[in-house]
Structure formats: structure tokens, C-alpha cells
């Protein structure tokens, strides 16, 4: 495993730098030019170490998640109820005009976490801030509207349902706080170290299958999640084949899955999220799962439960994970 970790590394660092210098050449398509600012780029790619200095164009109309929003000025007091947002805030050198996130937003570790929520986003609390931006994945409980009445504009981050809502939101991010350019350098550098990942895994004869473990309900069945959700697109874009597929009728994209039907399917990879006290040796100890192809083989892979669940600048390492682990299939 080491060897494959060693490549995927050079492909990611070379993408990386590849995506860094082609990035400078984007246009800033607003329009009132405000004073200049010289930001980091915290992101974990190559661009990180590189300061740039860009002028920012405000006001700006940002349309996002079905809600539009103007901004008027660079916000430089932003409270974020987004984990996702908070990542992709401190990516792109935002992270000094952050002054309150959520309780679930501890990624980076500098982020300032409060007990603020994003499922039951609290007026009163968020306004103690005193925001010029709040940052949400929904508009929950009218908190958009309510905001908006207090003179405070709030940009609608939702859930990816692409890959591609990964690089735009993104962007989204940038061009709402001054940093246009750093935000063009992540979301170029995070698409280019994802082709590489991708070209880097030589095609199967026959396509791999996988089971992508949410939990348990404690009742001898899985939670699990099919080809349409955002997660099942990132396996999907590496050619693998998803068992729960044909378990999701209804189309609701993460089905139940009994003992019986994840035997039956006989998965060659399986994945499970580091949130519930899993390992390879526990999973193995099922009752009857040691017949699964990828049991016997050893592809069992943790994945971490925020970085599968997040679509920011660490979705590279999901990515890197995924490769890893088929690499691993494929030539052991």
C-alpha cells in the first residue's frame, strides 16, 4: 500500500501545482472595485503556501440555493452554520473574517466554534455576532427571511448533487468574501488532483462492485446509500458498481440493506465510515461475512464520517481513499 500512497501523492502534488499556475488567468466578472487585500490560502493542496494579493469587486449579486443575495461590501464579520461552508471559508483565505461558526464546524482546528446550530438556527444568537454574512446549507425554519429583516444578507450553500457543485460552490465562496482568485486556485487545484486520481487507476475488465456502509440500525441491517446521492457519484466516478442500487425502489437514495442482501451481492470492496466503532476484524466477525469476496480479500476501508459526508476542499482525499483502495484490489 505504501508504493500506491507514494504515487497517488506525486500525481496530486503534480496536479496540484499544474491547477495553481493555470488558475491566475480567471476573470473577476463583477463589477465595483474595492480596496485590495493581500489573504492566505489555508486549503490542504499545494496552493496553501502561496499569499496572493487580488482586488475584490463589491457589490455583488450572488444567486445560490434558490436564494438570491447582495452583498455590498466585503463581509469582515461572517458566522458560518455550515461545516462544508466553514471548510471552504478558511480554503480560500476567508478565515480572518469568520468570527462565529457551528457547533459541528471543527474543521480547520482554528475555526471558531460556538454552540450555534445549523438545524435550528437561532436568530437571536447568530444577530449576537453581529454578522455582516451568515453562511447556511438551507434555509431552516425561515432563517434566510428572518435574517434579511435585520438588514443581514445570508448566502444558501445546499447540498452537493455533483461533483461539479463542489468547484462552484467554491467559487460561490470566493467571489462572496474577496478572494475571487484563491477561490479560483482550490477549486482548480481540487478538480485537477481528482482527474489525476482518476486517470491514475487503471479500468477493470469487469467493473468492481462496492458497499458503502452508513451504520447499523441495530437490528441486524445496514444503512447504506445508492449511485444517485453525492457519495455513490465519487465511487461511480471511478467505475465501480454499487450493490444497494437495485435495493432503492423508491428512489431515495439510501436504502436499508438486510444480512442476507449484502451476502448475496457479494461486494469485491467495502467501505464504512469511522463514526461507529467499526474495524476490518469486527466487520469480518459477522455472521456469514467472511463468504464476501472483499472479506476474504481484505478490502475493508475506513472512511473518515466528515470527509465523505463534506463536499470541500477534502473531498480530494475521499478521492484519494477510493484509489487507494481499488489499487490495493486490483493488484493484490
Not at 68 to 90: G, H, K, R, Y
Not at 167 to 187: C, L
Request: charged share 15%; glycine share 8%.
Amino acid at each position: 500500500m505504501s508504493e500506491n500512497r507514494a504515487s497517488l501523492k506525486t500525481l496530486l502534488v503534480a496536479a496540484s501545482l499544474a491547477a495553481t499556475a493555470c488558475a491566475g488567468q480567471s476573470a473577476d466578472t463583477t463589477t465595483t472595485v474595492a480596496p485590495t487585500s493581500t489573504v492566505a490560502d489555508t486549503t490542504t493542496t499545494a496552493a496553501a503556501a502561496t499569499a496572493i494579493t487580488e482586488t475584490s469587486a463589491f457589490p455583488v449579486m450572488i444567486e445560490s440555493g434558490g436564494v438570491s443575495t447582495m452583498i455590498e461590501a466585503t463581509p469582515m464579520a461572517i458566522v458560518s452554520l455550515s461545516p462544508t461552508a466553514t471548510e471552504m471559508l478558511f480554503a480560500v483565505g476567508a478565515g480572518d473574517q469568520v468570527v462565529a461558526v457551528d457547533e459541528y464546524s471543527y474543521h480547520p482546528p482554528e475555526a471558531p466554534v460556538t454552540d450555534l446550530s445549523g438545524f435550528t438556527p437561532n436568530l437571536e444568537a447568530i444577530v449576537a455576532f453581529e454578522p455582516d454574512l451568515v453562511v447556511v446549507s438551507d434555509d431552516l425554519d425561515g432563517i434566510v427571511s428572518a435574517l434579511a429583516g435585520v438588514g443581514v444578507p445570508t448566502l444558501v450553500l445546499p447540498a452537493a448533487s455533483e461533483i461539479a457543485d463542489a468547484y462552484e460552490q467554491v467559487r460561490v465562496v470566493g467571489r462572496a468574501t474577496g478572494h475571487v482568485e484563491d477561490a479560483e486556485q482550490v477549486a482548480a487545484s481540487m478538480e485537477a488532483q481528482i482527474e489525476a486520481l482518476l486517470a491514475g487507476v487503471d479500468p477493470s475488465d469487469e467493473p468492481l462492485t462496492y458497499y458503502h456502509e452508513l451504520g447499523s440500525d441495530g437490528g441486524g441491517s445496514f444503512y447504506s446509500v445508492t449511485s444517485s446521492t453525492f457519495i455513490g457519484e465519487v465511487f461511480g466516478a471511478f467505475g465501480l458498481e454499487n450493490i444497494a442500487d437495485p435495493a432503492d425502489a423508491d428512489g431515495f437514495g439510501y436504502p436499508v440493506l438486510s444480512v442476507e442482501f449484502i451476502i448475496e451481492a457479494d461486494p469485491d470492496l467495502i467501505f464504512y465510515t469511522s463514526c461507529c466503532g467499526d474495524t476490518p476484524q469486527s466487520i469480518s466477525a459477522r455472521p456469514g461475512w467472511d463468504s464476501i469476496s472483499a472479506v476474504q480479500s481484505g478490502a475493508l476501508t475506513e472512511l473518515d464520517d466528515d470527509v465523505a459526508s463534506r463536499w470541500g476542499p477534502r473531498l480530494v482525499q475521499f478521492f484519494e481513499v477510493v484509489a487507494v483502495a481499488i489499487e490495493d484490489r486490483t493488484s493484490g
